[in-house]
């Protein structure tokens, strides 16, 4: 597959009324929410093209190093899920790091990040990144305003570094608007397969929206090159945002189908059926 030239979509500085507002308006609230059916559907197809790209990567030892970031409920896990549904875990892999132990402060901000970057032959998906320094770190202090500043102007050059490494570095920031935001949120509250979702960082950082907006202007500002563009996704309709997100990083990087040989089960004797030893401890069925 060509690799396409993907459009990057930047945020109004200081204002969250303005692309992603457009965006917005001319996106999910203008067409109906995908059926289950229909986006089975499509997602089939693309876990097809997934496959096909991680046997690229292994072949020809590719590295691709994918960031999501957005707010809390845009849909990073949902996506991220969807991306590794189908592929090997050995080689798509995910990486949520937990907050920083104290040896991890004391050290260089991005030392934690380095050892996960991809060797050849990976792709490594970071749900949240480094720029948690320009995000969480910032709005909720923990850290200060001159270590934000001085990480976005130190960040450009880092993912050039990466870049020129032979890393293809793809970022996305997953949007959500704030009533979806909070109707996710609140769903989280009762389910009991979500709660864990639901932290205290997230609920302090719930009213900090226009804090956040500002920050994620920053950060777009500084950080958004051509090197290392930002990519928006908007995600009010879920199941769209995981086509749309996956179709384009398909995009993003050249493929074609490995080469590999025709596979054809050989012959094989059996002896027996393989019947279980009288001793093994069968699990009941569930009543």
């Known amino acids: 597959m060509a690799k396409k030239k993907g459009k990057k979509a930047k945020a109004d500085s200081g204002s969250d009324h303005g692309t992603m507002a457009k965006a917005r308006k001319g996106g999910d609230d203008a067409r109906e929410k995908l059926s289950n059916k229909e986006y089975e559907k499509e997602l089939r197809k693309l876990h097809v093209e ?5 046997e690229w990567v292994k072949h020809k030892g590719l590295k691709i190093c994918i960031v999501f970031e957005g707010r809390d409920g845009a849909g ?12 090997s875990p050995r080689v798509f ?8 132990t104290e040896r991890e402060k004391s050290q260089m901000y991005a030392q934690r990040y380095l050892p996960h970057l991809p060797a050849a032959g990976e792709v490594v998906i970071f749900d949240r990144s480094w720029y948690n320094r320009a995000g969480v770190e910032r709005v909720m202090g923990f850290c200060t305003d001159e270590q934000a500043r001085e990480f976005l102007k130190i960040v450009p050059l880092f993912e050039q570094l990466m870049v020129n490494s032979g890393i293809i570095l793809l970022k996305y920031w997953l949007d959500v608007s704030p009533d979806e935001q909070t109707r996710r949120l609140e769903a989280r509250v009762d389910d009991g397969r979500k709660i864990w979702k639901l932290s205290p960082m997230d609920i302090k950082s719930y009213t900090r929206w226009d804090d956040y907006t500002k920050a994620r202007d920053d950060m777009f500002a500084t950080t958004d090159t051509a090197w290392a563009p930002w990519y928006v996704v908007i995600s009010d309709d879920k199941r769209r945002a995981r086509l749309n997100l996956i179709s384009h990083l398909l995009s993003q990087v050249r493929y074609k189908e490995a080469p590999r040989e025709k596979v054809k089960l050989p012959k094989r004797k059996l002896r027996g059926k ?3 030893p009288a001793m093994a401890k069968i699990v009941p069925d569930r009543s």
């Open 274 to 276: 393989g019947s279980l």
């Open 76 to 87: 990073k896990g949902g996506t991220i899920k969807a991306i590794t549904e189908r592929v």
């Open 93 to 100: 892999r995910v990486i949520a790091l937990p907050a920083p």
């Open 50 to 54: 997934l496959v096909k790209l991680q």
